[in-house]
């Protein structure tokens, strides 16, 4: 008996003590829940103090963000304003610059940069001849971009109504190591273009570059040719410019020739062919897409044997290239021309080709080798012919004239035929292969 007590208190005794063990456990887990409790209760405390914190922060820039776009639509009302200010007074200038009782002939735009110098050259240079024709040709100043000088430069001469072109868009260019220049000088000509012939309803546009005087019957000879451009449609464009200018290469300051090769560097154009050019304008190079036959057509440029216009700029965007053998020594035209008094119908289509045909056949045919010196030792004009482009090239090397070819037409040509003066008076005419068939003349 005495046993089985002694074994059952010892039983209690586990018992109890396996009980007391228990619930220490239990306390001590209960302590560490409750203190992984109390932690999170905090953690949620701090994470909703910080979310108050959060929205607080929210509905500030919200605020921030509503004052934002009342003051984004008050600076685009302002600017709204201001944009229809500028117009109206560039309207205004364009008013007090033309004549309300007779239609300008064209207005001249002057595309500018960043050459304030250049730029002042040439305003002074058109001045000294537009001032007494200012009504038939305003003249405007398109700046592309903010440099400053050239802006004060422009806006210091009342004559003229100055055009800023602001373009903040990222240029892409289509290949590497292209010149961005190019795309940005693009994207300039079509808004300045667009500008002049729908906002300002211009007939007719020249357009000269920041880098050029002009002859002093500049405005003449545009106007005069004006009348052909409007009833020719066959004429695309009409230049001041000849690529073979060169002092050595000209002779008569009234001659004038169709080519089919676009000259460019101070040239004019009709509002309907800028109806053509402008929704499909080039991104780049925009005188070289004009002299792809995709988009002249087989329409002709007019073009004088004596420039009207002179390029001084060495320094631009084409880095100077052709400068010193090609720009530098062009003959700028100095001789005063009636042009009011001239008959100018020979150029029409109908009647070039056969006017051109003419003189071409009256030239004495010389072959082989020697050309210049077999030329020189004869008095008449004569008519060389070449096989192919590299043929063209090594003749044209041996003159001196310029080589270059686009899309299959050589600078100046006229049905392949390239023309320029040699010994002052005669002159030499590159004959293509197929020239001859095209002008109609029997070469057998």
Known sequence: MKNFLCDFRFLLLLAAAAFIYIQ?????????????LADAIESENQCTSQLRSLIDQISLQQGQIETMKEQKEQLEQECGQLKAL????????????TNKEQAPVAAVVIMACNRADYLE????????YQSSVATKFPLFVSQDGSH?????????????????????????????????AYYKIARHYKWALDGLFYKHKFNRVIILEDDME????????????????????????????NDNGQKQFVYDPEVLYRSDFFPGLGWMLSRSTWDELSPKWPKAYWDDWLRLQENHKGRQFLRPEVCRTYNFGEHGSSLGQ???????PIKLNDVPVDWKSMDLSYLMEDKYI?????????????????LVLKARNIAVDVRIPYNNQPDFERIANEFGIFEEWKDGIPRTAYKGVVVFRHQNRQRIFLVGPGSLKQLGIDDS
Do not use: C, N
């Not at 050259?121 to 000294?128: Q, V």
């Not at 003419?358 to 045919?365: D, F």
């Open 322 to 328: 052709f400068y010193k053998q090609y720009l530098e």
């Open 86 to 97: 500028v117009q109206e007074l560039e309207r205004k200038d364009v008013e007090r610059l």
């Open 354 to 370: 056969k006017h051109f045909a003419e003189i071409v056949k009256k030239a004495k045919p010389v072959h082989g080798a020697d």
């Open 148 to 180: 400053p000088g050239v802006k004060d430069k422009a806006l210091s001469y009342d004559q003229l109504t100055y055009m800023q072109h602001l373009d903040y868009k990222p240029v892409q260019t289509e290949r590497p190591g292209e010149l961005i």
């Open 24 to 36: 220490i456990r239990l306390f001590a887990t209960q302590s560490q829940y409750a203190d992984r």
């Open 121 to 128: 050259r040439t305003i002074k240079s058109i001045l000294k």
């Open 214 to 241: 002009i002859a002093p019957d500049f405005f003449d000879y545009f106007e005069a040719a004006a009348d052909l451009l409007d009833k020719d449609k066959s004429i695309m464009a009409v230049s001041s410019w």
